[in-house]
Each structure stands twice: as C-alpha cells, then as structure tokens.
C-alpha cells in the first residue's frame, strides 16, 4: 500500500489476556518505529528496528511487552497479560535510510481499550 | 529524562497572526529535528525538519528556527489559518526518534 497500515484499529480486551498488533510499513522502508500515546500525554517510544541491526528495545515499559519484525518488513507488538494502565493508541511509524535526514511515516494507530 | 521538552500544552492565536511554537533538548547528539502535526483519531504528519548544520528552514507558511547553543527549536506559521487547530509535537534524531509531549495549537477566528 502508499502508507503506513495497522491493525486492528480498534481493540478492546479483558484485563490479562494477550493482545498483537499489527505494523505494514511503506514498502521499502528499513526503519520500523513502535510508540503509544497514552491519554492527554505525548508520544512514547517504544522500541526501534533498523534493517538487520538487533532492534532498541530501551522504550519498552516491562518484560510484558516484546515485538517482532519478520522479514525486515511486517512487525508485531504483543502485551501479554494487558492490564488497565496499557490502555493508548499505539502507532507504527517507518521511514527510508538510516541516519539523519529522514522523516517517519505514520500508521494511523491502534486503540487499545483494557477493560 | 525528558530529551525533547514542549514545555506549553497550549497555545491560542489569532487567525491571520503568527504562530510560535516552542521545543528544548537536552541530548547535544541530536542531529536532525522535526516537527509533526496531528488531528485527533489520525496518526502525526511530517510538517518540516531542519539538519544541525542549519539554523533555519523554510517551507511556505512553516518556518524552522535551530539554536544550537541553546538546544532550542521553534516553529513559526505565519499567517495562521484555522485548519492549524492541532496538537504539534516537536522531535529529535541521532539514531531513533524522540518526541515531546505536544502542544495544542487553537486558531481563533
């Protein structure tokens, strides 16, 4: 596609149980960003992929939290065992080449809802 | 630590008059800087950017000031226009990047 695509949009689950969320980066981009924005706060980093290199991981809230990129394109987010406080919108960005200079593209994002 | 600092969660201007929105850093390793604007429910759009080695850029309405010794940034809309009612949210970049926590920008008719 021409941009950035995530899914679900929406999510609502019950306290405890496991949730993925999906990031389709521009096709092309080696760069693969993860951030949530919690409500009235700003944009979180999570964690970061950049081509081959071993992902930073340093915005990961807790050991809860792990996401996967799969043939330097797709990435998956998953909390296991989500609780009320993991409640944001979590976005996708990625971007071109390494370094400076480059602008990221954003996905719409994903609501999460812990109910 | 905050790294990047919008230290005004709000700002009201005027329609037609000029829009000053302000970003600190403390990280000196930064090199590129950008500026993002989002309207609720969509994800945040590139806006402008400028590199450490300049201290200005231009793009139409939106211009970039960067100083460096200061490890200030701002953006400028002139004029300001109501479809610029948004959350702005400044960010910098050495390897990944950081933002700030967004200031919301209202344009009064």
């Known amino acids: 596609g021409a941009g950035v695509s995530q899914s679900p949009s929406n999510k609502v689950t019950e306290k405890g149980k496991d949730v993925e969320l999906r990031c389709d980066p521009i096709s092309g981009h080696t760069a693969l960003y993860w951030y949530r924005q919690s409500l009235g706060q700003g944009l979180e980093f999570l964690i970061y992929?950049?081509?081959?290199?071993?992902?930073?991981k340093s915005g990961l809230p807790s050991d809860r939290f792990s996401a996967e990129r799969t043939g330097g394109s797709v990435s998956t987010l998953t909390i296991q065992r989500t609780q009320q406080e993991d409640s944001a919108v979590y976005l996708c960005?990625?971007?071109?080449?390494?370094?400076?200079?480059?602008?990221?593209?954003f996905g719409q994002g994903t609501r999460l809802t812990v109910v | 630590d905050q790294q990047v600092k919008q230290n005004s969660p709000s700002l009201s201007v005027q329609e037609g008059r000029i829009s000053i929105l302000n970003c600190d850093y403390t990280n000196s390793m930064f090199d590129y800087f950008l500026w993002y604007k989002k309207y609720p429910a969509e994800g945040p759009t590139f806006l402008i950017s400028i590199s450490s080695i300049k201290d200005k850029n231009e793009d139409g309405r939106f211009t970039v000031f960067l100083n460096k010794s200061a490890k200030h940034l701002s953006l400028h809309i002139v004029p300001s226009q109501p479809g610029d009612s948004a959350v702005y949210f400044c960010a910098a970049k050495d390897d990944k990047i950081i933002f700030g926590k967004g200031t919301r920008l209202h344009i009064l008719p």
């Open positions: 992929f950049q081509g081959n290199s071993a992902p930073d």
């Open positions: 960005a990625s971007s071109s080449v390494q370094g400076s200079g480059t602008e990221a593209f």
